[in-house]
């Protein structure tokens, strides 16, 4: 039987040879959106998202503490995360740049917490805020799913720095 040897830190990982690395994983892509108390609508694509537990439902995301919306997050009582379908690589490119009105032509219906939830996606997970954790540089939020949807669209994905449709 192999012993476990104690955990010594690597010698420093480039920043840019480990993100390419990670680009070889593929990924889903999603939203996240949420409504502000003083009626404001925020979102951001992210593509780190995962399931956490299914008793109970937990999922989690992460958010760039350096993000524009950061603060947005911090303060909602509640978030939805929209998985992407492969025909809405042109909103994940929108949500994910800042300074442009991202809702404006979007169609989107609101959920009974008043959040967005985008319209022709794959997936919906609408959450309320159990606990964040400040890891490095981006923060993770774990959500408690209270409500969830699916329909059958191709999702879309992100590989080695491009969109893809995953079959």
């Known amino acids: 039987m192999p012993s476990l040897s104690p955990s010594v830190p690597s010698a420093a990982v480039d920043s840019r040879h480990f993100r390419q690395a990670l680009s070889?994983?593929?990924?889903?892509?999603?939203?996240?959106?949420?409504?502000?108390?003083d009626g404001r609508l925020v979102g951001v694509?992210?593509?780190?998202?995962?399931?956490?537990?299914?008793?109970?439902?937990l999922v989690l995301w992460s958010l760039a503490h350096t993000a524009g919306s950061m603060a947005a997050f911090q303060a909602a009582a509640g978030y939805v995360i929209n998985v992407l379908a492969d025909n809405q690589a042109e909103l994940a490119q929108r949500f994910a740049r800042p300074g442009e009105d991202r809702f404006d032509t979007v169609d989107f219906t609101l959920s009974p917490q008043g959040v967005p939830v985008l319209?022709?996606?794959?997936?919906?997970?609408?959450?309320?805020?159990?606990n964040r954790y400040a890891e490095g540089d981006h923060m993770i939020f774990v959500g408690a799913v209270e409500?969830?949807?699916?329909?059958?669209?191709?999702?879309?994905?992100?590989?080695?720095?491009?969109?893809?449709?995953?079959?």
């Open 24 to 37: 070889q994983f593929a990924t889903g892509v999603t939203i996240v959106t949420a409504a502000l108390a």
């Open 45 to 57: 694509t992210i593509n780190s998202f995962s399931s956490v537990s299914l008793d109970p439902p």
């Open 147 to 167: 409500r969830c949807q699916f329909h059958p669209h191709r999702p879309l994905g992100f590989h080695r720095g491009r969109f893809i449709a995953i079959s």
């Open 119 to 130: 319209a022709g996606t794959v997936a919906t997970f609408e959450c309320r805020p159990r």
